[in-house]
Nanobody, 113 residues
Framework: VQLQASGGGLVQAGGSLRLSCAAS????????MAWYRQAPGNQREFVAL???????NYADSVKGRFTISRDNARNTVYLQMNTLKPEDTAVYYCNANRGVQYWGKGTQVTVSS
């Protein structure tokens, strides 16, 4: 199983980015797919997830600003991030859970004030 995250970058506060996570070796429609993030000196924290049935959960800190979605045909999960804040700066990781968890390499998101 490979998860390839992309779409990170440098953006000013208030801006937007869309992260993508392309999966191979697993089918995202039957996996719980999630995004986590880790800021320097902090533990990795949950951001958002989407279950096979389509239900979604968000961390309180991103509710109303971030949207998780998936494209089953492309086997890809997205994280649309709007109204970004400097505290959103972190490395963002994609996660797939089918009883066994898989992690991709992260993508850096930096939000300048």
């Amino acid at each position: 199983v490979q998860l390839q995250a992309s779409g990170g970058g440098l953006v000013q506060a208030g801006g937007s980015l869309r992260l993508s996570c392309a999966a191979s070796g697993t089918i995202i429609s039957t996996s719980t797919m999630a995004w986590y993030r880790q800021a320097p000196g902090n533990q990795r924290e949950f951001v958002a997830l989407i279950r096979p049935g389509g239900s979604i959960n968000y961390a309180d800190s991103v509710k109303g600003r971030f949207t998780i979605s998936r494209d089953n045909a492309r086997n890809t999960v997205y994280l649309q991030m709007n109204t970004l804040k400097p505290e959103d700066t972190a490395v963002y990781y994609c996660n797939a859970n089918r009883g066994v968890q898989y992690w991709g390499k992260g993508t850096q998101v930096t939000v300048s004030s």
